[in-house]
């Protein structure tokens, strides 16, 4: 959509464009979400360098991750189908 002197004009161009920018920023939220995933990983062992020691030991911590992990995934590939977007 453009707006020009008040005018409101819609193009082919125009909508390729904003399904472009609307995957782009889908593509930008989920780096985002995968982000703060992986800082899960990194603040549950703060004195260590390997934070994946010991992690088999903690099981609801690793069911909850793989959940956020594929809810994730999910709703990535077919959110927009659900919410509308």
């Not at 020009?4 to 995957?23: I, M, P, R, W």
């Not at 992986?38 to 959940?67: M, T």
């Amino acid at each position: 959509m453009l707006k020009l002197n008040g005018e409101v004009t819609h193009s082919a161009a125009f909508v390729k464009a904003d399904e472009y920018n609307s995957q782009h920023y889908t593509v930008v939220f989920n780096l985002f979400i995968f982000m703060q995933i992986f800082n899960l990983l990194n603040c549950r062992k703060i004195d260590q360098y390997n934070f994946f020691d010991g992690i088999h030991k903690n099981l609801v911590y690793l069911v909850v991750w793989i959940g956020i992990v594929l809810m994730q995934i999910v709703l990535g590939m077919y959110g927009g189908v659900f919410f509308s977007v």
